[in-house]
């Protein structure tokens, strides 16, 4: 046992050992309260909502500002928490509203789908029938 080693924690942020008994866990990490901070707008994480966004946390506003994917069927940013499905550049609520085949309606939620530009069919019939 090395001279300064500590049962104190250590902060992620600034790499001072932690006095207070209250502090932040996140991320495999100790922080002091005031340490744990969105990345964009410094608020304090502590307690809230947060998404890990390029290894920074940002808080939930600011990640529905400026990070979350857009819905191709609603055009709404995606909550961090909802469900949704991803196909190469384009990202749907996975809800029958927004997931839905273009030509029929019908809902693609666990279904065999195909996508074209943000468009999502059933099948080759409805395909065809709206590209027509
Ligand atoms: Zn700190
Ligand atoms: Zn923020
Ligand atoms: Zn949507
Ligand atoms: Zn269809």
Known sequence: RHYGDSEKPRCGGCDELI???????????NWHLK??????????????????????PVCQ??????????????????????????YGEHHWHAEPRCFKC?????????????AQQGSLFCSVECKKKTAA
């Open 102 to 114: 273009s030509g029929c309606s019908t809902c693609l939620v666990g279904q065999r789908f195909m």
């Open 35 to 56: 340490h744990f901070c969105c990345f964009d707008c410094d608020c304090v994480l502590a307690g809230e909502t947060y998404v890990m966004e390029s290894d920074k």
């Open 61 to 86: 506003p600011c990640y529905m500002e400026s990070y979350a994917v857009k819905c191709a069927a609603c055009q709404k940013p995606v909550e961090p928490e909802a469900q949704r499905v991803s």
């Open 19 to 29: 006095f207070s008994n209250e502090y932040t866990q996140a991320e495999g990490q």
